[in-house]
């Protein structure tokens, strides 16, 4: 769903704070991306235990202007603080830009090294792993490793069999909360993709149908992505280069859930918002992130399906850092244990190197932003796939919910989202213009 227009009969209520704000922000991820070649070096060098733990470079956060940034965004709360007359409007904007401003100095920390200081405001920013989550998660890959203890397969034996050690280290009660028994089958679409073009004309063909017309995609050269993305910032769906494309391979039906995520929420969403009567919903209220993944996600699985809730590999993995069934853990020790976790689910020849280079991937996302030596201090932004089965949740209660998901960037989990847009009226009437 999307709105048909922009709001032409009534001005948005924060249009004199929105373009200020949005000539401020940024995606933070995006500094943290290394160079690929620089990258894929150090992950030889890992692999291989010429290193006890790498060295992440980071090019483009030496070009971020953190001062900068931080001067415009204190500027724009004290105008907001001392010139919006209304109170909800000046409350969703105080909040987000404290957590602007969080961000700014949590790359200011990965630029000088600090990783105990990145670490703390990433922890305020995108919060710690909870015990209702890792409850389940424990559980669940428990119960998967102990399926394995007699398998034939040598290596994956072992990694179940150091899977179960590591969990039975741990008191994990009964879990509570929706069954993903409500997670479905998905559609019937064969065949595989060709080729990044193929992947290209794809994205592109949906964002014209959509009318998404400020949008492009673009395939990674220097980055190294490994993971189809989007770039708020400059309005680009990011596609990894053909050679990652056909290391990871790539289905027909697998694309079309990556459309659906990439697409027809995060760039529908950021479209959405825009139009709405509170236009900050293009770019996301505070702590958004949980929700924004978790429909993304949830809208994914109606067409690839789904056997398990998303997010728990990168849940686990930050866990585990932080110091789950154990000690806080650096690079090299939390890999060790992801790549036996990642040996579960990898079968097919040379199963074991497939595994390390995943678990790599898995390890480098949660502790770009810091040196990778400090146990404990890593990047919880991946927290929020796990919004996925709190989206569940909430939809298995109510299942009228999903007609709000479109209105634009917020955390329908979150009541206190909720009941801010209810105040403003937008969760009704902004329904009303969707084009359904």
């Known amino acids: 769903m999307k709105f048909e227009n922009a709001s032409s009969s009534v001005e948005a209520l924060d249009s004199r704070w929105y373009r200020r704000f949005e000539e401020t922000a940024f995606d933070d991820y995006e500094s943290l991306a ?35 940034k931080e001067a415009a965004l204190l500027a724009l709360k004290e105008d907001v603080l001392d010139l919006e007359t209304n109170e909800v409007v000046k409350k969703v904007y105080r909040t987000k830009i404290n957590e602007s401003i969080a961000t700014v100095r949590m790359l200011s920390a990965a630029k000088s090294g600090d990783d105990r200081r990145f670490a703390r405001y990433s922890a305020f920013i995108y919060g710690l792993p909870q015990p209702d989550q890792m409850n389940y998660i424990a559980s669940t890959v428990y119960e998967q490793a102990k399926q394995l203890l007699d398998d034939p397969d040598t290596e994956r034996r072992q990694a179940a069999e150091r899977i179960v050690a590591l969990l039975e280290k741990v008191d994990i009660p009964a879990v509570d909360g929706v069954s993903r028994e409500v997670l479905p089958e998905g559609q019937r679409i064969e ?35 490994t993971a189809f993305s989007v770039s708020q910032e400059t309005k680009t769906v990011k596609i990894p280069s053909e050679e990652a494309l056909a290391e990871r391979g790539l289905s027909k039906r697998n694309l079309k859930g990556l459309i659906a995520h990439e697409v027809e929420t ?33 809208n994914e699985q109606q067409v690839t399906g789904a056997r398990e809730f998303a997010g728990i590999p990168r849940y686990f993995s930050i866990a585990l850092a932080k110091g789950f ?28 190197e497939k595994a390390g280079r995943t678990a790599w991937n ?26 996925n089965r709190e989206v569940w949740t909430l939809v298995s209660k109510d299942s009228d919910v999903v007609e709000t998901f479109s209105v634009g960037k917020f955390d329908p989990t979150n009541e206190r989202h909720v009941a801010l847009l209810s105040q403003l009226g937008i969760l009704d009437s902004d329904l009303n213009e969707l084009d359904t």
């Open 34 to 68: 290394g160079s690929r070649d620089a990258r894929a070096g150090e992950r030889a060098r890992f692999l291989s235990g010429e290193v006890e733990n790498p060295t992440l470079d980071y090019p483009f956060l030496e070009e971020f202007d953190d001062q900068g």
């Open 191 to 225: 065949g595989e993709i060709t080729g990044v073009d193929e992947v290209v004309g794809m994205f592109t063909q949906a964002l014209e149908e959509l009318g998404l017309d400020d949008w492009e995609v673009l395939v990674d050269t220097d980055r190294g992505l």
């Open 266 to 298: 995060h760039a529908l969403r950021r479209h959405n918002g825009e139009r709405s009567k509170l236009q900050l919903l293009g770019l996301g209220l505070d702590r958004y992130l949980k929700g924004e993944e978790g429909v993304a996600t949830y």
């Open 325 to 352: 069934a154990g000690g806080p853990r650096d690079f090299r020790q939390t890999y060790e244990i992801m790549r036996d976790y990642r040996l579960l689910s990898t079968t097919g020849d040379n199963a074991v």
């Open 362 to 387: 898995d390890c480098v996302r949660i502790f770009r932003g810091t040196t990778c030596k400090t146990p404990g201090a890593v990047y919880t932004k991946d927290l929020a796939y796990m919004g």
